[in-house]
């Protein structure tokens, strides 16, 4: 704190002093005309009435008179023969006119007597010492002002600097609480955030690097047993299935990595999203062609309910790829139909994908947009998944400024509802 102050106070001490030297040079230097006048018209009443006293007394008695003038005057009163001046024309042509000539820093005055060779000069008293003190208490009063106003700013920027210390040690949880009339709170409010986000991600690649590695295990363990059978079996039926099913093992995986990558890259913001104006009905159009087969596999009925919307303003690419997982997710578990709806909502858009399915209790609908979630325990590829499907979708939303949350249909299954707002 030390440092600081000092510096704020030889910078402001400084800044000071050119200033108070910038204003003496600027009426001094720049407007001496200005300056002269000013002290002319000042001095010339007592200037007058000396020159009246003095002007009927020659010799010893004009100098005696002096004398005795200038116990009473609080100037220093001199006489003086004008050839011992070296005098310029305009300074010459002054004294002759009678007027008063003003000399050096505006302190010295001269003035003519009776127009002949002796001349008055007037000095003023020098400045008293009190004003070198004067400038000392300035200097005092401003070190303390400052220093009442670095301290509060010093103290919080070390309650910043400690807060990230600790951080930077591993104290992932640490944060900054400053009070509301902190002039840096809202730096604080930024470290918060950076530190909020951080965590998250940090939390986030700890649940993902452990999850996958769970995840993984299981269609390599399934790998593993069928190229075992395979080396025992000497059917070639039997050895065609097994090929069959180490392909279907090999494509989960494919799946599954192509899911991770997409998550992760939205999960630490690697990719950019931008958005562009699509024509609604044929993109909606093509996203329920891409599922369509496994919806006839599933014996599902899946179909447009609406398309209120003309054009739309999204990532088409990322946008297809979670409409798509919720279409999946529906076909998954409805029984007989899946609808989707595109609808105008608010100031944008939603999507709705409704099922028939057995629904999602309300305790679980907030756990399921978390990775690697899902409250059905089934292994089989047909109702399993990997759990990052849905949570891919709650990225995608958040990447869009939107959100997504879960209803109950009108059929008694799940509602997903898909929303985001039109930016310009």
């Given at each position: 704190m030390l440092?600081?102050?000092?510096?704020?106070?030889?910078?402001l001490?400084?800044?000071l002093?050119g200033a108070?030297?910038?204003?003496?040079?600027?009426f001094?230097?720049?407007?001496?005309d200005?300056?002269?006048?000013y002290s002319?018209?000042?001095?010339?009443?007592?200037?007058y009435g000396?020159v009246?006293q003095?002007?009927p007394?020659l010799g010893?008695?004009r100098q005696?008179?002096l004398a005795?003038?200038?116990?009473?005057y609080?100037l220093?009163?001199?006489?003086?023969?004008k050839d011992a001046l070296?005098?310029?024309e305009r300074?010459?042509k002054?004294?002759?006119?009678?007027?008063?000539?003003?000399?050096?820093d505006?302190s010295?005055?001269?003035?003519?007597i009776?127009g002949g060779?002796?001349?008055?000069e007037i000095?003023?008293?020098?400045?008293?010492?009190?004003?070198?003190?004067?400038y000392v208490?300035?200097g005092?009063?401003l070190?303390?002002?400052?220093?009442?106003?670095?301290?509060p700013?010093?103290?919080?920027l070390?309650?910043?600097?400690?807060?990230a210390q600790r951080?930077?040690?591993?104290?992932l949880?640490?944060?900054i609480?400053?009070?509301r009339?902190s002039?840096?709170r809202e730096l604080?409010?930024?470290?918060?955030?950076?530190a909020?986000?951080?965590?998250?991600l940090?939390?986030?690649?700890?649940?993902?690097?452990?999850a996958v590695?769970?995840?993984?295990r299981t269609?390599?363990?399934?790998?593993s047993?069928?190229?075992d059978?395979?080396?025992?079996?000497?059917d070639?039926?039997?050895?065609l299935?097994l090929?069959t099913?180490?392909y279907?093992?090999?494509?989960?995986l494919e799946?599954?990595?192509s899911?991770?990558?997409?998550?992760?890259?939205?999960?630490?913001?690697a990719?950019?999203?931008?958005?562009?104006n699509?024509?609604a009905h044929?993109w909606?159009?093509?996203?329920?062609?891409?599922v369509a087969l496994?919806a006839?596999?599933?014996?599902v009925?899946l179909?447009?309910?609406t398309?209120?919307?003309?054009?739309i303003?999204?990532?088409?690419?990322?946008?297809?790829?979670?409409?798509?997982?919720l279409?999946?997710n529906?076909?998954r578990?409805?029984e007989?139909?899946?609808?989707?709806?595109?609808?105008k909502?608010?100031?944008?858009y939603?999507?709705r994908?409704?099922d028939?399915?057995?629904?999602i209790?309300?305790?679980?609908?907030?756990?399921?947009?978390q990775?690697?979630?899902?409250?059905?325990?089934?292994r089989?590829r047909?109702?399993?998944?990997?759990?990052?499907?849905?949570?891919l979708?709650?990225?995608?939303c958040?990447w869009h400024g939107?959100?997504?949350?879960?209803?109950?249909s009108?059929w008694?299954?799940a509602?997903?509802?898909?929303?985001?707002?039109?930016?310009?």
């Open positions: 440092r600081l102050f000092l510096r704020l106070y030889v910078i001490a400084l800044g002093a108070i030297w910038l204003v003496n040079y600027t001094d230097e720049l407007l001496p200005a300056n002269e006048t002319r018209e000042i001095l010339r009443g007592p200037a000396l009246e003095l002007r007394l010893e008695a005696a008179r005795e003038l200038q116990r009473h609080g220093h009163l001199k006489l003086i023969e070296a005098l310029t300074e010459q002054l004294l002759t006119d009678g007027s008063l000539l003003v000399r050096g505006f010295e005055f001269i003035t003519p009776d060779a002796q001349l008055l000095k003023l008293p020098q400045e008293p010492k009190i004003y070198l003190w004067a208490l300035l005092l009063c070190a303390i002002v400052l220093y009442f106003w670095v301290r700013h010093w103290r919080d070390e309650h910043i600097r400690l807060a951080f930077g040690d591993n104290d949880g640490s944060r609480l400053l009070p009339r002039t840096v604080a409010g930024h470290f918060n955030q950076m909020e986000r951080i965590e998250s940090i939390a986030n690649q700890r649940e993902l690097t452990n590695s769970h995840e993984l269609p390599i363990a399934r790998l047993f069928e190229l059978q395979l080396k025992q079996q000497a070639p039926r039997q050895c299935a090929i099913d180490m279907a093992d090999l494509g989960e799946e599954m990595v899911e991770l990558l997409t998550y992760a890259s939205l999960e630490r913001g990719t950019q999203v931008t958005q562009e699509i024509e044929s909606l159009d093509s996203v329920i062609g891409s496994e006839e596999a599933e014996g009925q179909s447009l309910r398309c209120e919307v003309d054009v303003q999204i990532e088409p690419r990322f946008m297809a790829r979670a409409v798509i997982n279409l999946r529906a076909i578990y409805a007989r139909r899946v609808e989707v709806s595109l609808v909502f608010g100031s944008g939603e999507v994908v409704c028939d399915g057995p629904g209790p309300e305790e679980g609908r907030a756990k399921i947009f990775p690697f979630i899902r409250l059905d325990a089934s089989d047909r109702t399993g998944g990997f759990g990052l499907g849905l949570a979708v709650q990225r995608v958040q939107g959100q997504v949350q879960v209803f109950d009108e008694g299954g509602s997903f509802r898909m929303s985001w707002a039109y930016t310009e």
